[in-house]
Structures are given as C-alpha cells and as structure tokens.
C-alpha cells in the first residue's frame, strides 16, 4: 500500500514530476527521490513514470516512500507577519496589478525580516480565502516581475499556476510593454532616443558598469528614452526598456551624465542633496498587454492597459523652478 496518495489540481499540472515532487516534499534528499523514482517508489498513473514526467490535471500519483521524507504543514505562515497593505491597480480571478511603493522589497533577501511585496499579497489572499496553503501541494502566488526595493510602480502578481506559466512566457517574447516614468538631472541632448550599449553586472557591489563596446560577460542593453517636461535642474522622462537588464535605466542615464534624481548609488550627492528626493525617482508607471501569440485563459487581457495614478515624485519635479 503506497504511504500517500496525491491528486494533481490545476495549479500542480503542467510540471516535471522531480519538480513537483522537490516543491511538494522538501525534506526530501534529491538524490532519494530519484532513487524512488528508478525503484518504483512513485507510480503515475498506477504505472511507471520517470523523472521527466510532465503531470495534468487529474493524474494520480503513488508514494511508497518512507514517512520521515513527507513533511507537514506548517501551523504558522510567515507572510502572515506581513501588513496587508497594497495598492491595487487591477484583480481578477487570475492575476493582480500591484503599485509598489518604493522602499518595499518584492522578495524576502538577506536582510529579510517579515514585510515584502509578495508576504503582503499572499496575506491578503488569504484573508479573501483564495489562497490556502494548505490545499495547494507545490503552487503559491507568485510574482511575474520585479522591481529595484527604491523603485516604485507596477508589479504583476499571478494567482494561479496556468497564470504564471502564461505571463512568465509574455515576459520572455516581450509581449508585454512597460513603460517608466523618471526624473533624470539636467537636460538631454534629445528630445527622443533610443540608447545602446553594454552593462557588466559587479554581483559584490549589486551594481552594474556601462560601456559602449562589448566586453566578456558584458550583456546588451537598448533604452528608449523621450522628454515630456524640463524644469531648471531635471527633465521628466517617460522611457521604455528594449531589453531588461539590473538597474538599467538607472545605469544608463547616469553613463549619460543624467542619473536618475535621488539615485545613491548612480547618481551625485551633492545634486541629490540639493534635489532632496528620499528615493530615486522611477516608476514603472504603465503596462500594455500586447500578445502576439494566443494567451490561453489570459486572451482577454490583450489590448488592456493599466497606469498608476499617483507618481509619487511628479508633484516635487513640478515645484521645481522653470
């Protein structure tokens, strides 16, 4: 008789079976788990599977495995800690658009405590009852994107695994338009451009070097760039991130002798002194979904468009002088 009999819903389907079963069962050994697989210790289907494996919906799976390696539930959740604190711009049954504030970090890091932008929507998941934790075997919400913890602005939030599968692809064919707002020092030479050149990622530092030629390890990067205001000291720029690499707008403006106004770590702090911006002044402000492939469940998002409604440093760039 197997020791556990696991359905598959639809938020499991889709996955390798060694993928579902390391997410399911963590305190299991890798090297047990394919152990058992080779042994028959896991059955698909009432049959033999291998590790490659892809699960659907209603697929049944058998585990003979021993009782140590099955791990409980937990009682408590830490993403419970979290204040349920959000700014929603948009939420269906599939996905959530969420405006950062800036400050919050999206993911728990090193410096972890309990806050995060992802602790906070499955807090608040919970408290609807869409999200429990204990019904689900391998999914969580999760996010799509990500965004510096000093940038504020749109950030996609998926609630169900077919939602995720589906956006991380979006993502990938660039089938999603994002577009930023920022304040950049000075005045640009044009009104409108689209830059090129080449970042080096410094892992030690979390900084990223720009350079006009390629260089090993170096990744290119195209950012698109246009004027909408100019005051004495800034230029108000909405730009948009032909590819998407760490820090780029940041990185890229600065090479440009315009960092970013409130940018520590690009920017100049006598200018950022004298601006008095708490952070660097960029927003992921707009997202426009334009498939160009079929979406699944998520085709009816095509052609939609979303903004944040309050840029937090549009007011201050305005109260500075003509």
Not at 29 to 57: F, M, W
Not at 98 to 126: E, M, T
Request: glycine share 6%; charged share 25%; aromatic share 10%.
């Amino acid at each position: 008789m197997p020791r556990k009999i696991i359905s598959i819903s639809s938020n499991d389907a889709g996955q390798r079976l060694d993928k579902f079963l390391t997410k399911t069962f963590p305190n299991l050994p890798h090297s047990v788990l394919h152990k058992c697989i080779r042994t028959k210790d896991v059955k698909l289907n009432g049959a033999r599977c291998t590790a490659e494996s892809h699960l659907k919906t209603g697929d049944t799976l058998s585990l003979y495995w021993q009782e140590e390696y099955f791990q409980q539930a937990p009682k408590e959740y830490d993403f419970l800690k979290a204040p349920v604190k959000l700014r929603i711009v948009y939420e269906d049954a599939n996905l959530m658009l969420l405006d950062k504030p800036p400050g919050l970090i999206v993911h728990p890091g090193d410096d972890y405590h309990f806050d995060s932008l992802i602790a906070r929507i499955q807090h608040y998941l919970y408290d609807k009852g869409e999200y429990c934790p204990e019904k689900e075997q391998s999914f969580a919400p999760a996010l799509v994107n990500r965004i510096d913890r000093n940038t504020g602005g749109i950030v996609i939030a998926a609630k169900t695994a077919e939602a995720l599968r589906i956006l991380n692809q979006k993502v990938k064919d660039r089938e999603l338009r994002k577009l930023y707002l920022c304040v950049a020092c000075g005045h640009m030479e044009r009104e409108a451009a689209v830059l090129e050149g080449y970042l080096t990622k410094n892992e030690v530092q979390n900084r990223v070097y720009f350079s006009r030629k390629p260089s090993p390890g170096a990744k290119s990067v195209r950012t698109g760039y246009q004027v909408l205001e100019e005051r004495a000291e800034c230029s108000l720029l909405q730009v948009e991130l032909f590819t998407g690499r760490t820090h780029q707008i940041r990185a890229h403006m600065a090479a440009l002798g315009h960092p970013l106004a409130g940018d520590g770590k690009y920017g100049k702090n006598k200018v950022n002194k004298a601006l008095d911006f708490p952070y660097q002044a960029l927003c992921s402000y707009r997202l426009e979904f334009r498939f160009a492939s079929p979406a699944g469940e998520l085709g009816y998002l095509n052609g939609r468009e979303f903004q944040v409604q309050d840029v937090w440093f549009l007011e201050k760039f305005r109260q500075l002088p003509k």
